[in-house]
């Protein structure tokens, strides 16, 4: 059994990793320029908003397939649609969250994730207090118990894991039984899933780390 790391789809076989987690950067920063009434913008400029170089911004845009202007740049408007049509982001998934806890109910109350093709459609918590009827955003949630149903009914594509570290293996063999095909998982815990299943780890523990390591060495430079 093995893990994957992100979506297995055609664009992303060609596709650098660092590549895929850079391009949403520039989308946040090309659609910031448009908010503020900008019609084109340069590899430089995006290349000194992202903190990389220039080249590597318009080496990254040549996988999306997208020309710019001499001089000028690209069209804010047409580099939106294509960066966002090529994340993936127009196409809207169904998932289903599982752990209702205060990261859960956090990410249920994140409307913007649905602007980026993620709809959370139901909660799933062991917590009897929670099911049968509560509403987080709108969102209803349910016992993990009555996950089955549910899924036949909406048919949903992606889990949603923030489940205590010691239930994450337990669930995600639940829910993948019941016909889930990605994981996005925020426990600290690795998952072990079938080839066929995608897995994001999304562990803000390890950033933490990270984050605290930099702080170590620029205090001991100090």
Partial sequence: MTTMNQYDTPQSWRLPEPTLRRLPWYLAFVKLL?????????STQIAKEINVDSSQVAKDLSFVNISGKTRVGYEVVTLIAVLEDFLGFTVQHRAFLFGVGSLGAALLQDSGLKQYGLEIVAGFDVREDLAGG?????????????????QKALD??????????????SVTDHIIAGGIRALWNFTPFRIRVPESVVVQNTSMYAHLAVMFNRLNLINHRK
């Fill in 34 to 42: 448009k908010s503020r009434g900008e019609t084109y913008v340069s």
């Fill in 134 to 150: 509560t509403l987080i955003n709108d969102i209803p949630v349910y016992h993990i118990s009555e996950f089955p149903d549910r």
């Fill in 156 to 169: 949903a594509t992606i889990g949603v894991i923030t489940v205590p570290v010691d239930q994450a293996q």
